[in-house]
């Protein structure tokens, strides 16, 4: 079990990992932007760390190297990164074991290969674990009019990259698909 756990992240959802840790019976670390010195998950922790620059709350959250800092600086032999921010992100997971603190949470190689839809969901047809039917991936509204075919309509349009829907399109009609794919894929490059 881990000692001391830094939590990356704010509000209600650290204070939540807190709490775990508390009956775990592990210290807690809370990591904060200046816009947060007054926020209840900083004084819930055993600790709490000043990070990044005054004007930029969010950015202090993502600072990878900011968040590792402050783990080693604390003594913290885990990171969790809750839920949003860093939680789907392999250079943490990455970043903490190079320095020997467990990240809770999937591997690096897991979480790269999560962040790829493609990759993705051939890693899950390999392991036969069900899946939609699909297409393979492309950018060629023609193409993909023809693999559609043989799912029938609506189908969903969804970029490779990209989270949180962003990017994904529900496709009444075939001739609907090309508007659909222009717009996955202008959201998929903001």
Known sequence: MF???????????????????????????????????????????????????????VRAYLDVEEIVRVAKESGADAIYPGYGFLSENPDLARA???????????????????????????????????????????????ELLAQAAGIGFPIFVKAVAGGGGRGMRRVETPEALPEALAAAMREADT
């Open 96 to 142: 903490a074991a190079r320095e020997g603190i467990t990240f809770v949470g999937p591997r690096a190689e897991i979480l790269e290969l999560a962040g790829n839809k493609v990759a993705a969901l051939k890693a899950a047809k390999r392991a036969g674990i069900p899946t939609l039917a699909s297409t393979e991936p492309s950018a060629d509204p023609e």
């Open 3 to 57: 000692s001391k756990i830094l939590v990356a992240n704010r509000g209600e959802i650290a204070i939540r990992a807190f709490r775990a840790a508390y009956e775990l019976g592990a210290k807690t670390v809370a990591v904060f932007p200046y816009e947060d010195r007054n926020s209840i998950h900083r004084q819930k922790a055993d600790e709490a760390y000043r990070i990044g620059e005054e004007g930029h709350p």
